[in-house]
C-alpha cells in the first residue's frame, strides 16, 4: 500500500522549461518536505510545508517553488531548470516531530 | 549550522562479523539523531531514531553528546543488511515539522 506517491518517477524536461513534480500521501500527515538529492550526495532540504505554512530553507534557490492546495497533495515547481537541476527529487511526510515517510522519488533529466 | 559526517562512503564486511557505520555531527543545540536506510530499488526508510532506544533488526545506536556521534552497530551482519544507511539530524527546538540534515550516507555490502 503506497502512502507517500510520486509521480512521474522519470522526467525529462529541456533546458528552461517549466516543471512540475507531484507528491500526494494516503497518510493525512500536516507536513510535506521537498528533498533534492544529486549523485552520490545527501538528500538536501528544499522547503516544507506545515499545514498551510511554507517554509523555505535559506539556500533554496528562487528558481524552485512549492503549492499545496491540500492536506494530501504538494508540488514542486521548477521554473527554468538548468543543467544543474538534475538530480533526485524526494517527497516526504510526516506528523510533527513525528518519523518522515519518503515517497520512491523522481528522477530529474535536464537536457 | 547543524552537519552530519559519515567518514565512510562504503564499508564491507563478511556475513557474521560485527559491523559498525560511523556518524559525528555538530550543531549548537539539542539534536534529534536518526539512521535511514535505503536498500536497492526501495524508497529511504527509517531504521531507528535515539529517543526511542529501541533495537530494529539487532541493530543499535548510542548518542555520544561527548563525541558528538551517533555510530550505527550490529554484532553479527547478514547478507540482507546490505544497503545505503544515511545518518540524519534534526533539532528538539524546531517549531514546523523535523527539518532533517543527512550524512552522504554509507553504502555496506556484506558479503557471504
Known sequence: DAMVIQNPR?????????VTLSCSQTLNHNVMYWY????????KLLFHYYDKDFNNEADTPDNFQSRRPNTSFCFLDIRSPGLGDAAMYLCATSNWRETQYFGPGTRLLVL | AQRVTQPEKLLSVFKGAPV????????????????YV????QRLQLLLRHISRESIKGFTAD???GETSFHLKKPFAQEEDSAMYYCALSGLEETSGSRLTFGEGTQLTVNP
Open chain 2, 20 to 35: 559498525e557505520l560511523k556518524c559525528n555531527y555538530s550543531y549548537s543545540g539539542s539534536p534529534e539523531l536518526f539512521w
Open chain 2, 38 to 41: 535505503q536498500y536497492s530499488r
Open chain 2, 63 to 65: 548518542l555520544n553528546k
Open chain 1, 10 to 18: 522519470y522526467q525529462v524536461t529541456q533546458f528552461g522549461k517549466p
Open chain 1, 36 to 43: 533534492q538529492q544529486k549523485s552520490s550526495q545527501a538528500p
